[in-house]
């Protein structure tokens, strides 16, 4: 629909100043990026852990961990449009039809299961067929497995925290992956190295870690949703139930997403697990490198997810002009973020990968943490690009512009990985292939640039 239902009590763009938009972007970032920090240092020392218990273990669960996002990121794509949807029946003034709409998100989250199933059945072939070091298989296969045990919880969960991320109580969604990420930690320590009678598991107790963490979030917000606070406004209660047209509204603005999610992280696992066919050390490297990457970009999702609700609330609420000036605030905030990052591994890449052998000095994580220390500039390379890229996808996703982010991310990852596979050479095939990421980045950093200046967005709507 491109209806203008703009309400008549909302800022023009010159009441909209420059500062305003950068104090509203923190407000609805600011949580977010604290939220998708704590999962970044989840990771991190989940992976630190695993190498400080068997260095193997890391390398398995860095090429397993990328196959389960693959596996789960296009039903997670899907329902991750929820936010963005939200915020435009909020835009719209149209609270009373979020609680109906929500419902749909939750049982497409459901339906997912027997999907999953399947995959965990499967998990061992995924591995034999790209070539992985005999060594690292049956680690690799038992911690995807168990992974899959909680990808339900994980979609469950994205569905869900669309609600608060549509409705701007992004706090909420900071509290509650505080509390997980808490228990995801206090879990791994206890479960990779044991604890009085409680077993040393290694890599089994940090995937049995992810996935409580995974379902406790689920449920978290599964009871602050069905507060009676919400009810009047929102009918959340009283919408329940499956409404087709609603669930297909979803499904055509969430399915490109899904698969863009799909296109870039199926490319992602696949440049990983070549780097892996390469030998263990080389892998053990490019989680170390990848790990810090993490760090910096991970958070960056929060400030593209609050450029993605604010971009949906104001074109209905305020029209398109307030809606690209949040975006411009979104992207200096992203880029003077990026940049520090950028300074960090320019400057103090001896630092950093330091402290992987704290506890591990054995020589073959040495020669991993040599190694580690030349990739982080290939990070250095790409990493304000990348926040550039994800922000502007974030702001199209948001008008609903979810075909064009599918399309530019087809092509980037289709090039990349073409050149990638034509021109791969017999050695040193490590930077080779992190050569291909950064330009991967650029790619999509283009691709976004050129569609957000082309406008094409700003006449766009979902409901």
Known sequence: MTGDRRDPYSPSVDDYTMVAAIREVLRVAMPLMVSAGMFSLVLFVDRTLLLWYDGESMSAAMAGGNLFWVLVCLPVG?????????????????????????????????????LFAVMALSARWFFEASGQPEELIPLETIYLRILLLGAVGMVLE?????????????????????????????????LIFGWGSIPELGIVGAAIGSVASFWFKAICYGVLLLRPRYEPRYRIRAGFGFDGALARNLFFYGFPTGLMYLTESGGFAVIVLRIGSIGDIPLRATTMAINFNMVAFIPLVGVSIAASVLVGRHLLQSGAAVASRSVYAALLIGIVYSGTWLTCYLTMPDVLVSLYELNDTSRESAEAVLLARGLLKFVAIYVVLDAMQLILAGALRGAGDTW?????GLFASAVALTIGFGWEPPRDRLHWWWWMVAFWVWLLAMSMAARFAQGRWKRMRMV
Do not use: K
């Not at 992004?170 to 879990?187: E, F, H």
């Open 78 to 114: 899907v329902v991750s449009m929820t936010g963005a949807i939200i915020s435009q029946y909020v835009g719209a003034n149209e609270e009373d039809h979020i609680g109906r709409f929500l419902w749909q998100s939750v049982w497409l989250s459901f339906a997912s299961a027997p």
């Open 158 to 190: 994205t569905a869900l925290s669309g609600f608060f991320s549509g409705t701007e109580r992004t706090n909420v969604i900071m509290w509650v992956s505080v509390a997980s990420g808490l228990l995801n930690l206090v879990l791994d320590c206890l």
């Open 404 to 408: 064009f982010v599918l399309l530019a």
